[in-house]
DNA sequence: AACAAACACAACCGCAGTCAA
DNA sequence: TTTGACTGCGGTTGTGTTTGT
C-alpha cells in the first residue's frame, strides 16, 4: 500500500547548495519541469532530497523571483496583511510578485517586527502596546494589575533599554542626551513610578510619546478599532533604527527625529507616512482575493 | 587587528491536508 | 476504506556576513 518513500534518508545531502547543484537542478527543470519532486533530484543527479529540490528552487531558483531589497510599498503591504491574515506568508506573499513566502517571513522576522516594536505597536496585535495594556488591565482584578504593570513595564524597559543604546541617543522630547543611561528615562524607570500602574489602568500613553499614541487611541476609539488600516497607525511615528522615521519617503521629512527635536506640541494630525496613510487604498481587495490570491 | 555580538538569509524540521496505490 | 507518500506551510535553526568594541 501507499508509494515508495521520497528519498533515501541516509544517502542525501543537506547543507548549502552548490553554484554546480543549482546549476543541475535549473537545467533539469527548464527542460523537464517540475512534475515530481521525488523523481528530480535522482534524474538531475543531485544527492538531495526533493524536498530540498522544492524548497530550493521555490525559494532562490525560479527565474521569475526578485532578490533585492523590499520596496517600501511592499513593506506596507506585508504589515497591512499581516495585520488581518497573521502569520500566513503564503497567502502574504502571494500579493507581492517575485518574493515567497520564506522572503515574507525572513523579512518580517528581522526587519519588520523590530519597527513595529521600536515604535510602541505590538507586532501580533498590530496595536499600541499601552493600548493593549489598558485592554488586558480593565479584564483583571486591581492586585493583579500592578503585578502585570511591572511585569509589562519590566519587558518594555529591556526592548527599551536595547533599543535606546544601541541605536539612538535621544529620546523624543530631549529626555535623554547621549551616554546617558536609558534607565533614566522617565518611562523605563517606570517600575519605581507610583503612577505607572494608573497610567497602564487607564491605559494612558507613556510620558514623552503621549501625543503620538493619544492620536492612535482616538482611532481606535472612533473607528472601534480594527484592522489598523483603519487608522492607518496614524501619528505613531516612532524612532526606528538608525533614527528616520518609518515610510518617511512621503512624509514631510522636516518633520523627523533630526536634532531631537520636541514632537509634542507640533500638530498631532494624522501623517500621510507611506504605511501609515489611511487612505492606502490596499484593502480595496475583496477579502476573497486575499485568501484565494492569483499565484 | 582580533574578537564578539548582531544581523540577514538560506535551509531544515515537523505538522496537516490531499491524494494515489 | 485504509495506508502512507506527496505537497504546502509555518516555525526554527544554522551559517556566513557585517558591525561594534
Redesign the pocket.
Known amino acids: ?7 533515501e534518508k541516509d544517502n542525501v ?5 552548490t553554484p554546480e547543484e543549482d546549476n543541475k537542478l535549473s537545467s533539469y527543470i527548464a527542460q523537464h519541469g517540475t ?4 523523481l528530480i533530484p535522482k534524474k538531475a543527479g543531485l544527492q ?1 532530497c ?3 529540490c ?3 528552487w ?3 531558483l525560479r527565474p521569475d523571483l526578485k ?1 533585492g ?1 523590499f520596496s517600501e510599498a511592499e513593506e506596507q503591504t506585508i504589515v497591512k496583511l499581516h495585520a488581518v491574515l497573521g ?5 502574504i506573499a502571494a500579493q507581492l510578485p517575485g518574493r515567497t ?3 515574507v ?3 518580517w ?3 519588520l517586527k ?1 519597527k513595529l516594536s521600536g515604535m510602541g505597536i505590538d507586532p501580533v496585535t498590530h496595536k499600541p502596546f499601552s493600548h493593549l495594556m489598558a485592554e488586558i488591565a480593565t479584564a483583571l482584578p486591581p492586585p493583579h494589575v500592578a503585578n502585570l504593570a511591572e511585569a509589562a513595564l519590566g519587558c518594555f524597559k529591556d526592548e527599551m533599554l536595547h533599543l535606546l543604546t ?1 541605536k539612538r541617543v535621544e529620546i523624543v522630547g530631549g529626555g535623554l542626551q547621549p551616554q546617558q543611561p536609558a534607565i533614566q528615562n522617565p518611562n523605563a524607570n517606570s517600575s519605581h513610578d507610583p503612577s505607572a500602574g494608573d497610567r497602564i489602568r487607564l491605559g494612558l500613553p507613556r510620558a514623552g510619546e503621549e501625543q503620538e499614541f493619544m492620536v492612535a487611541t482616538d482611532f481606535l476609539g472612533n473607528c472601534g478599532g480594527y484592522p489598523p488600516t483603519e487608522f492607518g497607525y496614524g501619528g505613531v511615528s516612532g524612532f526606528v533604527d538608525d533614527g528616520e522615521e518609518w515610510g518617511s519617503g512621503t512624509a514631510g521629512d522636516g518633520g523627523g527625529e533630526e536634532g531631537g527635536g520636541n514632537r509634542v506640541g507640533e500638530d498631532p494630525k494624522v501623517e500621510k507616512s507611506g504605511l501609515f496613510d489611511p487612505d492606502c487604498v490596499l484593502w480595496d481587495l475583496p477579502a476573497d482575493d486575499l485568501l484565494n490570491p492569483v499565484v
Open positions: 500500500m501507499g508509494r515508495i518513500p521520497c528519498c545531502k543537506k547543507g548549502q547548495w512534475r515530481n519532486w521525488r538531495r526533493g524536498k530540498s522544492r524548497l530550493r521555490t525559494n532562490y532578490h531589497e502569520n500566513r506568508w503564503s497567502v513566502d520564506n522572503d517571513k525572513n523579512y522576522n528581522t526587519k523590530k544601541k
